[in-house]
Every structure is written in structure tokens, then in C-alpha cells.
């Protein structure tokens, strides 16, 4: 997801190898303009970031260090601007947000995964279906609403977006919602007829906020189209989809500085939980590569339950960890979303995760093995993987469709990562995987003296 931009940092910071080399500075920043543009950052908001960048290193003193520290602060100030940051609640509940955005742009999927990422924090949100342009747009709310298992608002006998965007607003109102989210109409360009009616449903409901959809994919027109939808309707953020297909990824960089409200959040996957709030300054560390690990802690913290961790803990410790409590943590990491984007949290594991970074945790092979063996297991052998012998062994290859071989390999992979997790969990063990991990940052995958 950050992987061009990143790359292209570290390859202008080698450019600098001496203290007061003038002539590397140069070269550092050349290298870093041809980068920037060719990820897509609009040539306002790169001439600006060069500009200053070169101008801070020198009153800094020439030198990686500080050529970085220039960087990382440039950075950060490109990607701030006024306005809120993540999802801001209403004293007076429900908030109402309409979500606006062209067609194609994944403006319905967004409103799932935003509605999925307050339930998990534990808000009560209702989804109204006001996008009646696109045909199945409802219909593909409904699905998404109860994949989610949150409720939506909908009227199939009105044709009036204005009147649902009401009836949905009054029951919020009526059963106590926290947050109202309005799918509205989108077309495939901008167009008097959309602005029109997006201004009616804005006039009824007076929302808290307006979200603008932008396809990362198209590049600066995702700039261009918010920047129009601004000066047209009004918005409060930029919400980025697709960000996680979008090899590039310098839109981000261009949205704040040039639309001039805040990206919110960006869509970071395909699954509900693939969608994570957008704060400058740690958008800038996983940018510099060195992760995100408050995002991470958050993240976690909303899907965890800490009373269920401390058990499987103190599970692990005694080394009593079982299959009920694997496929359970297994429920839960599905609910943080894919594992590229936890990974690029980590410091030091952004570019080295290998094929862990396109790891399903809903359709992998391997997985799928692994539950189809717990499956065809007893609720005692799913208690004690020690009972298992060649005749349950036996038992278990004809329930799942496993070979006995196939059955073998997963109870000693099992067998071991119990463990290494026991291991882990003995004094002593989280600083030898804390080594490990500084030992892994001070490869060549990381940014070298990052300042924090």
C-alpha cells in the first residue's frame, strides 16, 4: 500500500552518504521529485514538498538525519489541514453523515465498512439506502447491512431519495441510534441533476458531516472530482477506497493539501474491516517505514475482548492452549481485516512480510484444512489435542477429507507454535522477540535513524 512511496524515500536518502554534501542534497532531491510524480502527487504538492524539504536540511545542516527529519516533517504538515480527524460524534445523537461520491467509486461499500468499523465500537448505527440511480444499489446495501449485522433503513415503493433520507433520519431519532449513515445517488460524472438532488437530501436532514467517496485509482481525478464536490455541495473529509489496489498511492498526499479538508479515512482491502481512520503523523511513520503501532493497538483494542485474551494467556502459559481457543483468536483476527494492512503496522515487517502480506484468513488453503480437521474432531479431542491417537487419527482423515499424512503435518505445526507461544509468554520470551524485531528494522527493509 505504501510500498512505492516508501521505496522512494529510502532510495533519495541514500543519495546522501556525507555530512555538508551540497552536490548529494541535490541529487536526494531530484530523485524524490521523479518519485513523487510518478506516484501520482500532484506537481503543486511536490514542488512545495522539495521546496521545503531542501530549505529545512540546510538551515538543519546537511545530512540523512536531518534531510530525514525534513522529510518526515514536510510530510506531515502536506497531509494535515483544518478539520476533523477519524469519525467525530454529535452531542446531540444521531450523527448523520451522508456519504456522497461519483459511481464506481465503492461510495455503498465504504458506508458498510464505516457502519462495521462503529458497531465494533460498540455504537448503534443505521444505514439508510437513498441511492436510487444505480440499479441493486439497495439491494447490495441489504447484503452488506446483514453481513454486518447492522440495521438499514430502506422504501422500495418511493422514489423520492429526500423522503427515505427523513423517514430514516426520524427513526434514528425515535430508537435512539448513535450515528445515521445516507448512501446516496452517485452518477459516473459530475452532473447538475446529481448536485441538485445531493443539495435536497443536504436541506432535509442538515447531516453533521459530508464524506466524499474518491476512487483511489483514478489518480489526480480523485483530486479534481473532490475539489468539485466541495465547492459544489460542501464536504468535511475525503474518505479513500481502494487505496490498497493503488500501487502508486501518492493521491493521498495530494487530497489535504490540494482539496483542503481532511482525508478521513482510506480503505485499506475487500473485507468490511478493511478500513482504517487516516492521523497524519502516523500515516507518515508507516510512510517513513516504521510503522504504526498505536493505529495497531487500536485497532485491536476495538475487535479484543480483554477478558477472553487474559484466559487464552493464561491458557498459553500453562501450555493448555487448544483448538476451541485457536479457532476462536482465528474469528477474531478475521475481524481486524486483512493481513496486509495489519503488517504494514508493524515496524520493520512492512516490506518483509513475504506472502503473509496476502494471507486470507476466511479462504486460505491451509485454513481451510485446519478447520476442516477441527470440525471432524469430538469436543473433547477439540479440548486435548493430546489424545489424539492413529485410530482418532484414522477417524478424523475420513470425516474431513484429509489424508493422515495431511493430518500429522497440522497437529505438529500446532503442536510446535503452542510452544514457541509458551516460550514467548515465559519470562524473558517478549525481549528475545523484541530483539528480534530491532535486529529485523536494522535491515536493509528500514529507515535508517528514523527520527521520533
Known amino acids: 500500500m505504501f510500498d512505492v512511496l516508501t521505496g522512494s524515500f529510502k532510495n533519495a536518502v541514500s543519495k546522501i552518504r556525507f555530512k555538508d554534501?551540497?552536490?548529494?542534497?541535490?541529487?536526494?532531491?531530484?530523485?524524490?521529485?521523479?518519485?513523487?510524480?510518478?506516484?501520482?502527487?500532484?506537481?503543486?504538492?511536490?514542488?512545495?514538498?522539495?521546496?521545503?524539504?531542501?530549505?529545512?536540511?540546510?538551515?538543519?545542516?546537511?545530512?540523512?538525519?536531518?534531510f530525514l527529519k525534513s522529510l518526515q516533517q514536510e510530510l506531515t504538515n502536506i497531509l494535515t489541514t483544518n478539520g476533523n480527524q477519524g469519525f467525530v460524534f454529535s452531542n446531540t445523537p444521531p450523527t448523520t453523515v451522508l456519504m456522497t461520491g461519483l459511481q464506481g467509486s465503492g461510495k455503498t461499500t465504504t458506508t458498510g465498512k464505516l457502519a462495521n468499523y462503529l458497531k465494533l465500537r460498540k455504537k448503534k448505527v443505521l444505514v439508510a439506502a437513498c441511492d436510487l440511480q444505480r440499479l441493486a444499489a439497495v439491494e447490495q446495501l441489504k447484503q452488506i447491512?446483514?453481513?454486518?449485522?447492522?440495521?438499514?433503513?430502506?422504501?422500495?415503493?418511493?422514489?423520492?431519495?429526500?423522503?427515505?433520507?427523513?423517514?430514516?433520519?426520524?427513526?434514528?431519532?425515535?430508537?435512539?441510534?448513535?450515528?445515521?449513515?445516507?448512501?446516496?445517488?452517485?452518477?459516473?460524472a459530475i452532473d447538475a441533476e446529481l448536485m441538485a438532488q445531493l443539495s435536497d437530501v443536504k436541506k432535509a436532514l442538515s447531516p453533521n458531516e459530508i464524506f466524499y467517496v474518491a476512487d483511489s485509482l483514478t489518480g489526480h481525478d480523485a483530486t479534481k472530482t473532490a475539489t468539485s464536490f466541495k465547492e459544489q455541495i460542501g464536504i468535511d473529509g475525503v474518505i479513500l477506497s481502494k487505496y490498497d489496489g493503488d500501487t502508486k498511492g501518492g493521491v493521498a498526499l495530494s487530497i489535504a493539501h490540494q482539496v483542503g479538508v481532511p482525508l478521513r479515512f482510506i480503505g485499506v482491502g475487500e473485507k468490511m474491516p478493511d478500513i482504517e481512520v487516516f492521523i497524519p503523523d502516523r500515516i507518515v511513520s508507516r510512510l517513513m517505514g516504521a510503522g504504526d503501532m498505536e493505529g495497531l493497538a487500536e485497532k485491536t483494542a476495538a475487535i479484543i475482548d480483554e477478558k477472553k485474551a487474559k484466559e487464552v494467556s493464561k491458557k498459553i502459559?500453562?501450555?493448555?492452549?487448544?483448538?476451541?481457543?485457536?479457532?476462536?483468536?482465528?474469528?477474531?483476527?478475521?475481524?481486524?481485516?486483512?493481513?496486509?494492512?495489519?503488517?504494514?503496522?508493524?515496524?520493520?515487517?512492512?516490506?518483509?512480510?513475504?506472502?503473509?502480506?496476502?494471507?486470507?484468513?476466511?479462504?486460505?488453503?491451509?485454513?481451510?484444512?485446519?478447520?476442516?480437521?477441527?470440525?471432524?474432531?469430538?469436543?473433547?479431542?477439540?479440548?486435548?489435542?493430546?489424545?489424539?491417537?492413529?485410530?482418532?487419527?484414522?477417524?478424523?482423515?475420513?470425516?474431513?477429507?484429509l489424508s493422515e499424512v495431511?493430518?500429522?503435518?497440522?497437529?505438529?505445526?500446532?503442536?510446535?507454535?503452542?510452544?514457541?507461544?509458551?516460550?514467548?509468554?515465559?519470562?524473558?520470551?517478549?525481549?528475545?522477540?523484541?530483539?528480534?524485531?530491532?535486529?529485523?528494522?536494522?535491515?536493509?527493509?528500514?529507515?535508517p535513524n528514523l527520527p521520533r
Do not use: C
Open 21 to 66: 554534501d551540497a552536490n548529494a542534497l541535490k541529487k536526494a532531491t531530484t530523485e524524490l521529485r521523479k518519485s513523487l510524480l510518478k506516484a501520482d502527487v500532484h506537481h503543486k504538492t511536490t514542488k512545495e514538498l522539495i521546496t521545503n524539504v531542501e530549505l529545512n536540511t540546510k538551515q538543519l545542516g546537511i545530512g540523512q538525519e536531518s
Open 145 to 188: 447491512a446483514e453481513q454486518i449485522e447492522v440495521d438499514i433503513y430502506f422504501d422500495d415503493n418511493e422514489k423520492n431519495p429526500v423522503k427515505i433520507a427523513k423517514a430514516a433520519q426520524e427513526k434514528a431519532k425515535k430508537e435512539h441510534y448513535d450515528v445515521l449513515l445516507v448512501d446516496t445517488a452517485g452518477r459516473l
Open 317 to 401: 502459559k500453562k501450555g493448555e492452549f487448544n483448538f476451541n481457543d485457536f479457532l476462536e483468536q482465528l474469528n477474531m483476527m478475521k475481524k481486524l481485516g486483512s493481513m496486509k494492512s495489519i503488517i504494514g503496522m508493524i515496524p520493520g515487517l512492512s516490506q518483509m512480510a513475504g506472502p503473509l502480506k496476502d494471507m486470507d484468513f476466511e479462504n486460505s488453503d491451509e485454513l481451510k484444512r485446519i478447520k476442516a480437521l477441527i470440525a471432524s474432531m469430538t469436543p473433547k479431542e477439540r479440548e486435548n489435542p493430546s489424545l489424539m491417537n492413529p485410530s482418532r487419527k484414522k477417524r478424523i482423515a475420513t470425516g474431513s477429507g
Open 406 to 447: 495431511q493430518i500429522n503435518k497440522i497437529l505438529k505445526q500446532f503442536k510446535n507454535a503452542s510452544k514457541m507461544a509458551k516460550k514467548l509468554s515465559s519470562k524473558g520470551g517478549m525481549k528475545g522477540l523484541q530483539n528480534m524485531m530491532s535486529q529485523m528494522q536494522g535491515m536493509p527493509g528500514g529507515m
